[in-house]
T-cell receptor, first 110, second 115 residues
Framework: LAKTTQPISMDSYEGQEVNITCSHN???????ITWYQQFPSQGPRFIIQ???TKVTNEVASLFIPADRKSSTLSLPRVSLSDTAVYYC???????????FGSGTRLQVQP | ETGVTQTPRHLVMGMTNKKSLKCEQH?????MYWYKQSAKKPLELMFV???????ENNSVPSRFSPECPNSSHLFLHLHTLQPEDSALYLC??????????????FGPGTRLTVT
């Protein structure tokens, strides 16, 4: 599985756009990029998944450059409730065993 | 609510006790998982079940014993645990072949404290 690197923590203020970048230099051709969100004392929650270019849903956008060696999760206009740990995962479709790294702890201030 | 429930939500047990964690998914999924999350450590996958068959055991000590009687229920039987086993135990489920792949639904977890 491709190794991923994310910042350990980030700070933001309410209403700002937050971009969290994940590096995955050894991504394989058939790997997908998936992001999860975890609030304290809760299980992780799937946010978004993509293979290339841009994916957008009601929660976030995922930007993937052409070389796919990195990806950026974009959270528009964050609120206090977006304070959580965000995990980037990379792997082939159909693989059941998810490998979570340390994630990025996002703290949103009022 | 994710459609995955876990009981109990909190558990305190001594090292000589035997207890069980229960997980139930109401999503019609065919795969279920146990994860362990210790303080300040990443989530660790423990077991994977697909259609009631264990497909992955991530070198978990034998004091943790999983049971999957059907594709909706998953148990984790605990005996003679150590204090370092104190952690948040998370259950998840997914549908093989689902789109998008990698989408697992997690329960709220059981906070286990071993004294």
């Amino acid at each position: 599985l491709a190794k991923t690197t994310q910042p350990i923590s980030m700070d933001s203020y309410e209403g700002q756009e937050v971009n969290i970048t994940c590096s995955h230099n050894n991504i394989a051709t058939n790997d997908y990029i998936t992001w999860y969100q975890q609030f304290p004392s809760q299980g992780p929650r799937f946010i978004i998944q993509g293979y290339k270019t841009k994916v957008t849903n009601e929660v976030a956008s995922l930007f993937i450059p052409a070389d796919r060696k990195s990806s950026t999760l974009s959270l528009p206009r964050v609120s206090l409730s977006d304070t959580a740990v965000y995990y980037c995962l990379v792997g082939p479709p159909g693989r059941r065993a998810l490998t979570f790294g340390s994630g990025t702890r996002l703290q949103v201030q009022p | 609510e994710t459609g995955v429930t876990q009981t109990p939500r909190h558990l305190v047990m001594g090292m000589t006790n035997k207890k069980s964690l229960k997980c139930e998914q109401h999503l019609g999924h065919n795969a279920m998982y146990w994860y362990k999350q210790s303080a300040k450590k990443p989530l660790e996958l423990m077991f994977v079940y697909n259609f009631k068959e264990q497909t992955e055991n991530n070198s978990v000590p034998s004091r943790f014993s999983p049971e999957c009687p059907n594709s909706s229920h998953l148990f984790l039987h605990l005996h003679t645990l150590q204090p370092e086993d104190s952690a948040l135990y998370l259950c998840a489920s997914s549908q093989d072949g689902g789109v998008p792949s990698y989408e697992q639904y997690f329960g709220p977890g059981t906070r286990l404290t071993v004294t």
